[in-house]
């Protein structure tokens, strides 16, 4: 038991005292240095490191102290960290951001020497004995006291939900330092003990289930929490606040699974209570192995950066992803809880149980995490389409990794900078993507038993990318390097040609051709190869099959097995093939004539992206996929009429003045009769196909159409809403608030105002200021930028105010200027996960002329930012694609209008 008092500078000062080693002042540990004759010149102070530790120590485990109270802002604690000392040291360097060492002593048998702290730039701590020690076992005990930022979302931090205070934690990658002087590398996984001392009324959680609680005097009590298994400091997790459990059951083993909300706010969390356990069981049995730790806590957390967290049997979440009013539980957000408890719950096996030795493999966390999610998801609810889902999410992230800028997925790790790159789309959704094609090529038994035996070979420990692949070789009897390096080591986007040749005599045969995929006015060199698996489908007479094949070289044929010459050929089954598409000669139209008939839902939409990047890069004309859209536009998928309206909306700013009425028309001829079918609101037993409809085609044909009858609807039901949410069903709500406010007035923006700061659910003030940021007066418009500003609402929740602005043509400039004119004003209130995406804020300029204002202005300021640079190398480039495809498709979109 440790006992503490209250000091009286408001925060809590931590007092050790019982069994554990007493810290000792500087003065008691010169008594045991024998004393020098003349006093030696003071040494220079090491030098501190950069980005990692230097080997001279390890840790073996951690006990922390702390003493949190969500009401004020600082911290104090103790950690005792149990050593092994590799190489004799001089100073002991470990990872601390704001700080404060009040006493630190090193234990060597019984021996305790007190060291000088030194601080090294703003990420490291150094601890100096008076005298180097020498390899062996040691314990470190270190006073400290640290900041807990409000609202800030990293480190240890504190947040306000009705009134009553709460404190939360997030980590990863590199924020522990923020609450422990530690060693701060995923490498050092060992077992850490926390104990945290608070006020009586509160619930204190952590990654392990409580081992003892006891009352401490003024009103405080001291919770000591189980030693875990090994965990890197990123995934130490604790919280405390007014918390609310549910029940949610047990896993198989009978670990406890709740679900940790705000106070009074359990209602809203059935649907995670009911949808948690199913998803471990599939994953228990995919991995062979049981959900690795004592207990589960789901826990709603008030501020939060990310999704969610996967700290060990401690999951942090955004809270707008678990807690969801009964009213308003549509099937999106049913996908939404699932697909990320999934991917969290993977990460328990892929990134807790076997961590990676260090940032550059974050794949080995991230890529897993995502496809196994969906693969676990897809199992449990079939017919939530999934598998479009995922051709969809690899098209969004073929277009990033077309850039010249794009990482790998395996990223060598040089900067702090390219830590915080690595949790990208290319780690996350060309992760999956690659992984799910991979799994296809080796075949999914064979890559479950390489899964396993990763698991089992590495369990409680570090693996590396070569572990993997080593694992993965083994199950499947020879060397899969070359295939994984192809797509892990190297960016971009293949793109593969197909001719088909149907010589008398021979096999039908596809000659197969690839290379980079570049758009225009990309300085891309196209030149590069990868082994990329290839799947085709096809049809000929009566007969259907397929074939598969490696493309290793630059060209290959792939001999068909159909008996004759086939009607089509899909170039890649099941859309599941990172890669373009690009059929020759009169492939692609056989394959468009039929695509409805013949493909697959997840194929058809494939083929529609691919048709796009085509356009993108210039194999295809414009007036080919505007041609398309006509059939599109009336399938009865929604994924189809989506990828329509796609197409439709790729030319809204391409188009001239003159034509924009012919625009406006066509946008009608598709989409209008079916808008006014469907109406705002909904019927009675509807299906999910139908309402996602409604939510993509009537915003446009209210806005882009201008339909004045629908516009005028909206703003009536937008009114209603205010008054009674019921009043509009919650799929729609959001596309009837968007519409009402685009063509709002000063009335409307005063109403939204006023609900935003009244409110005290924060999805709905999300909704309210998203809203506001829509206006299209400029008058509005700077009252909404004004208030971005101001501190009358934390800016994550308040994005919407700004970034309404740069979506829309006639706002854009004003936007513009107002980042401009307080760039720094904005970017210091961001959390800093956040302000590299400033460099974002001028890519919808779309004009290269603007380059020599923009770099000037954005170059030197996005420079100061962790992760900036290649964000502003992103953004440049993206500026520029964007100039020259609109200058490239310009002609062709003109002599297509002026045909409607
Ligand atoms: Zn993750």
């Not at 006291?145 to 404190?167: C, P, V």
């Not at 790159?421 to 690659?434: H, L, M, P, S």
């Not at 096809?538 to 060209?555: I, L, N």
Request: hydrophobic share 40%; charged share 25%.
């Amino acid at each position: 038991m440790r006992c503490f008092a209250r000091s009286s500078v408001a925060f809590l000062v931590l007092v050790a005292c019982g069994p554990s080693p007493q810290p000792i002042s500087p003065g008691t540990a010169t008594a045991v240095q024998p004393a020098p004759a003349t006093p030696p010149a003071p040494a220079p102070d090491p030098t501190a490191p950069v980005l990692r530790l230097p080997a001279v120590a390890r840790p073996v485990r951690y006990a922390v102290e702390l003493v949190i109270d969500p009401t004020i802002e600082e911290f104090s604690g103790t950690i005792t960290t149990e050593l092994e000392i590799t190489a004799p040291m001089a100073a002991l360097w470990l990872d601390g951001k704001e700080l404060t060492i009040d006493e630190a002593t090193f234990v060597v048998g019984s021996e305790r020497i007190a060291a000088r702290a030194i601080y090294g730039g703003k990420e490291f701590v150094g601890l100096v004995p008076p005298r180097t020690l020498s390899p062996g076992k040691a314990t470190l005990i270190a006073r400290y006291r640290g900041k807990m930022h409000r609202n800030s979302g990293d480190g240890i931090y504190t947040a306000q939900e009705a009134n009553e205070w709460y404190a939360f934690t997030q980590f990863e990658s590199t924020d522990a330092r923020r609450a422990f002087p530690c060693f701060d590398e995923p490498s050092y996984k060992v077992p850490w003990q926390v104990t945290i001392h608070t006020r009586k009324s509160l619930v204190a959680l952590s990654n392990t289930p409580v081992e003892s609680e006891q009352d401490e005097p003024n009103g405080m009590k001291v919770v000591r929490f189980g030693e875990t298994r090994p965990l890197p400091s990123y995934l130490v997790a604790f919280a405390v606040g007014p918390f609310d459990a549910l029940d949610a059951g047990k896993t198989r083993a009978g670990a406890p699974i709740r679900i940790v909300v705000p106070h009074g706010r359990g209602k809203d969390a059935a649907y995670a209570a009911q949808a948690t356990r199913p998803l471990i069981d599939l994953l228990e049995d995919y991995f062979g192995t049981p959900y690795p730790y004592d207990k589960l806590d789901m826990l709603a957390v008030s501020v939060f950066n990310a999704g969610a967290m996967e700290n060990a049997g401690l999951i942090t979440w955004r809270q707008e992803l678990i807690l969801v009013k009964p009213e308003e539980l549509t099937l999106d957000r049913q996908k939404a809880y699932a697909t990320t408890a999934a991917h969290e719950l993977a990460h328990q096996w892929f990134g807790d149980y076997v961590t990676l030795a260090w940032w550059d493999d974050t794949w080995l966390n991230e890529s897993f995490a995502s496809w196994m999610a969906s693969k676990v998801v897809e199992q449990w609810k079939p017919d939530w389409e999934i598998p479009v889902g995922r051709v969809r999410s690899k098209a969004g992230v073929m277009s990033s990794d077309s850039l010249d800028s794009a990482r790998t997925i395996r990223q060598p790790i040089e900067s702090a900078n390219d830590i915080t790159n690595a949790f990208d789309g290319i780690t996350y959704q060309k992760g999956e993507a690659v992984l799910t094609m991979l799994e296809r090529t080796i075949g999914p038994d064979v890559f479950q038993r390489g899964v396993r035996d990763y698991l089992a070979k590495h369990a409680w420990r570090n693996a590396t990318y070569d572990d993997f692949v080593g694992a993965m070789s083994g199950a499947a009897g020879k060397d899969l390097h070359p295939l994984f390096d192809s797509f892990v080591l190297q960016s971009g986007v293949p793109l593969v040609s197909f001719a088909l040749a149907c010589d008398k005599g021979k096999p039908p045969t596809l000659t197969l051709e690839q290379q980079r995929y570049a758009p225009t006015g990309s300085k891309i060199d196209p030149k590069r190869t990868w082994r990329v698996p290839v799947c085709v489908r096809w049809k000929a007479g009566a007969a259907a099959g397929r074939d598969c094949t490696v493309v290793e070289a630059p060209t290959a044929t792939l001999a068909l097995s159909a008996p004759s010459c086939p009607a089509w050929v899909m170039p890649n089954e099941g859309g599941l093939g990172y890669y373009r598409m690009r059929p020759q000669g009169d492939m692609l139209a056989h394959l468009l004539a039929n695509a409805s008939k013949v493909l697959t839902l997840p194929e058809r939409v494939a083929l529609i992206g691919d048709v796009n990047a085509l356009v993108a890069s210039g194999d295809v004309k414009k007036g080919v996929a505007l041609d398309l859209v006509e059939t599109l536009a009336k399938d009865r998928s929604r994924y189809i009429v989506d990828a329509s309206i796609g197409v439709v909306g790729s030319i809204d700013e391409v188009v001239p003045a003159k034509l924009r009425p012919n625009y406006e028309r066509f946008v009608r001829k598709l989409y209008q009769a079916r808008a006014h079918e469907l109406g705002w609101q909904a019927r009675k037993g509807e299906d999910d196909n139908t309402q996602q409809l409604r939510r993509s085609l009537l915003p446009l044909v209210a806005s882009v159409g201008r339909d004045a009858e629908l516009i005028k609807q909206a703003t009536g039901l937008a009114w209603k809403w205010l008054d009674a949410h019921g009043a509009v069903a919650p799929e729609i709500a959001r596309a009837v608030l968007s519409v009402a406010s685009r063509n709002g007035d000063q009335k409307l923006f005063d109403r939204l105002h006023a609900e935003a700061r009244k409110t005290g659910d924060r999805e709905d003030r999300e909704r309210f200021l998203g809203a506001m940021g829509r206006f299209i007066e400029p008058a509005m418009v700077a009252q909404a930028l004004a208030l971005v500003l101001t501190d009358e609402f934390e800016l994550r929740e308040a994005l919407g105010l700004l970034q309404g602005a740069f979506g829309e043509p006639r706002t854009r400039e004003l936007g513009f200027a107002f980042i401009k004119e307080h760039f720094d004003e904005i970017t210091n209130k961001l959390p800093e996960a956040y302000r590299p995406f400033m460099a974002f804020t001028f890519v919808s300029l779309c004009d290269d002329s603007r380059k020599p204002e923009i770099e000037a202005f954005f170059t030197p300021k996005i420079a100061k930012i962790e992760g900036g640079p290649r964000v502003m190398k992103q953004a440049l480039e993206l500026l520029s694609l964007c100039s020259a495809q609109r200058k490239a498709e310009a002609p062709g979109v003109e002599a297509f209008l002026k045909r409607q």
